[in-house]
């Protein structure tokens, strides 16, 4: 069969967007000009900068993605990137040291350690109800690990993601760390290509389509999901303060939250109690009309709006209920006497609706947890301390906060991160580090002592089976620094003693043959 070409050239397809800002990242990567650590903390320092600098315009932009309020935004997400970058900063020079690790007989005198490496180019994909938190805080960890970045923002927060574009490109390298900006088809673009890590924030529904195209490329993920948080409130607890620590940890950001109190468990006898300190707080907090409240958010959109009012369909709430669709406004809600079984408690909530479910006690509040699926977080109002301990260890949940609500979040020392469907991986502070890095092992040999080695080698017999044996069996030795300095300060310390002990015994023994000289004398005389 003949096939006739036409004369006039095709045109070849056009390179996308997304295409061309990975290979940008990836040439700038393997460049290696992210490898010196200068390099990292001039770019470290420069998003601090942008932070300090354009504090006011971000805050703008998320009052008109979700009305935050403008006191709201450095408490709620500023205040901990630059937290982020300032460690990172200070501790970059340990993280990426080399650690020395233990060593066996056939490597006693051998370089033994691991090397924390970058990975390459990360893409993070962001979200929206903290759409400069969840976005940034990955890329402090990525730019630290040595990485390129090529940043996703979310396209439902608009005015945020348009503002990012525009300024990340000002402070940080263009080529490294490009932003992506677009909705579902670019997402999916990115997600045909290869990374060499993909970090995500968002529902698990969409987890799963992240894993799914990672896995092409045998891409690791990070998958910071979300889910339904328990929050159990015993009997015995100042219900008062309880209530206000819930109230601002479920309605700040209009209960648009991963790790915000999903619903109560509580017995039976402080429901009402506990329906009554929430009025009273919301009257603190947002007045008699939470709708003019300048503190009170919004939700994201309409089809988010339509999705929490039906979450409410067939319940009569005992507080709140009241919306507007014209600002997106859900009125601060809770709901008492909800069925475990209802739709209200198998979704995650993710709006200002808080549903109290009754137990019998925490032995059944344990069972109810762990019939579900593993959350995010896990809240513990209690005095008992042996109760609490109980309950952590025999739930399983990302993290525990007890007493409180959402705070351990803010700890950079602690990983922030879900487990089963509410994610996998964590991060924050050298967390981050350590994830976006690849530790490679070392081991540097010399060429003498070869002797050591013939036991190993052909042909083998019983006696040097035995010795081969005996050497990989035996314990790891700690070649540290910091032990060696403890083994050379112990020895100097033990040899210090021996030296007092026996300077002491022989003045003693000189002074006991001094008294027998003397009494000889004396008797000799006299």
Sequence with gaps: MLVYLSSTPETPPAVSMERQAVKRAREAFLSGRTRPLEFRLQQLHNLQKMI????????????????????????LELIGIENEIK??????????????????????????????EPLGVVLIIGAWNYPWAVTLQPLVGAIAAGNAAVVKPSELSEFSSLLLRALLPRYLDKDLY???????SETQQLLRLRFDHIFYTGSSTVGKVVMEAAARHLTPVTLELGGKSPCYIDKDCDIRVVCRRITWGKFVNCGQTCIAPDYILCEPCIQGRVVECI???????YGADPKSSPDYGRIINQRHFIRVLGLMEGYTPVIGGQSDASQRYIAPTVLKDVPPHSRLMQEEIFGPLLPIVTVSDMDDAIRFVNEREKPLALYIFCKDKKAVKRMIEETTSGGVTVNDVMMHYTLSSL???????????????????????????????SMGMENVNLSRYPPQDRHRARRVRMALKSPLIDMS??????????????????????????????????????????????
């Design 52 to 75: 300090k600098e354009k504090e006011t315009e971000i805050s703008t932009a998320l009052k008109q993605d979700i009305n935050r309020s403008q006191y709201d935004t450095p408490l």
């Design 87 to 116: 460690l990172a900063i200070e501790k970059l020079k340990d993280w990426a040291a080399p650690r020395s690790v233990e060593r066996s007989l056939f490597t006693i005198k051998d370089e033994v350690y691991i090397q924390p």
């Design 178 to 184: 490009p932003v992506v900006t677009g909705g579902v």
């Design 279 to 285: 009025r009273l707080t919301l009257l603190e907090f």
């Design 415 to 445: 990983p922030f991160g879900g487990v089963g469907q509410s994610g996998m991986g964590c991060y924050h502070g050298k967390h981050t580090f350590d994830r976006l890095s690849h530790q490679k092992a070392c081991l540097i040999r």
């Design 481 to 526: 620094k910091r032990t060696l300095i403890w083994a050379v300060s112990a020895t100097v310390i033990g040899f210090g003693l021996f030296i007092t002990l026996l300077v002491i015994l022989l003045i003693a023994a000189g002074l006991n043959c001094t008294c027998w000289y003397y009494r000889g004398i004396y008797n000799y005389f006299w």
